[in-house]
């Protein structure tokens, strides 16, 4: 049941991706083109993601434990340090290169965009050196 | 104008709903980067990741033939930036652990300051980056 819901939850994911717009790099650079000819539309993406899941994620954070799972899984760390600012700048950095983030990277491969294998292939390469680099500081 | 915004709102909607399903029912947060990640590199407990990658893509593919929207032209910037951004892209999340949907979607759901400050910043190297290409270089995509 945990892996059916997981599936279900993808596809939901994905086709929220398409249906928005953000597997467009035009409307996604147009979002981030907030200086120039700026296309509002992408907001109501992240604004609608985010009503549903602040009003609802406390709400679920009641039960005890989820329902196919032993233990919810969250992030425990709260730290706003160098480390957190210089990855999220980075990694808006890239966003704003092409106009991808993960989500609409992967789901945009099915469009067969040479650009898009490009940009995935790459982004995997780029979180193996990330892994490899902080793997080499800890040790 | 009013219908322009409702496929992008109605879009989130259902990325939240995703969330808040994967959160209730499997007890995880909808993070991509986080996801591929680890999918990819072999953690424990690995099946939800792949069906849910799996769905990503395929929901996608669903939307576009359900639908018959045409898919979206290909960004005209050519491979050797796509490739550049993903680089960009993959070692920023790593390091700054999550994106766009583990941070913003997710994150702020969470009312995590942490998040807060990733998304502000992400958001704001994004604007920089697209001024800088379009409107100082006037090149790029």
Not at chain 1, 8 to 33: E, Y
Not at chain 1, 50 to 55: H, L, S
Not at chain 2, 44 to 61: E, K, S, T, V, Y
Not at chain 2, 107 to 114: C, E, F, V, Y
């Amino acid at each position: 049941m945990k892996a059916l819901a997981a599936l279900i939850c993808g596809l939901m994911f994905g086709a929220g991706l398409a249906l928005s717009g953000m597997t467009d790099t035009a409307k996604v650079l147009g979002f981030l083109d907030l200086f120039g000819d700026w296309v509002p539309d992408l907001a109501f993406v992240m604004g609608g993601a985010v009503a549903v899941t602040t009003v609802t994620f406390t709400l679920v954070l009641r039960r005890q434990t989820p329902v196919f799972a032993q233990t919810f899984s969250l992030p425990q760390t709260q730290a706003i340090d160098g480390r957190l600012m210089t990855g999220a700048a980075l990694f808006g950095l890239g966003w704003g290169l092409y106009g991808y983030c993960p989500g609409p990277g992967l789901t945009a491969l099915i469009y067969g965009h040479t650009g898009t294998l490009a940009f995935v292939v790459s982004m995997f390469a780029g979180m193996w050196l990330a892994a490899r680099w902080q793997q080499g500081r800890s040790s | 104008m009013v219908n322009q915004f409702l496929p992008p709102l109605a879009g989130g909607l259902l990325i939240g709903l995703s969330a808040v399903l994967l959160l209730l029912l499997v007890g995880r947060i909808a993070g991509i980067s986080g996801i591929a990640w680890n999918a990819v590199s072999g953690a424990a407990d690995n099946g939800w990741r792949w069906l849910f990658l799996l769905g990503l893509i395929g929901g996608g593919a669903i939307y576009h033939w359900i639908s018959g929207t045409p898919a979206p032209a290909p960004n005209p910037a050519g491979w050797p930036l796509a490739a550049a951004a993903g680089l960009a892209v993959g070692i920023g999340v790593r390091i700054g652990n999550g994106c766009t949907s583990g941070h913003g979607v997710c994150g702020l759901g969470l009312l995590s300051l942490r998040s807060l400050a990733a998304t502000a910043a992400f958001m704001t190297t994004g604007v920089l980056t697209v001024f800088v290409m379009r409107h100082v270089l006037g090149g790029g995509a």
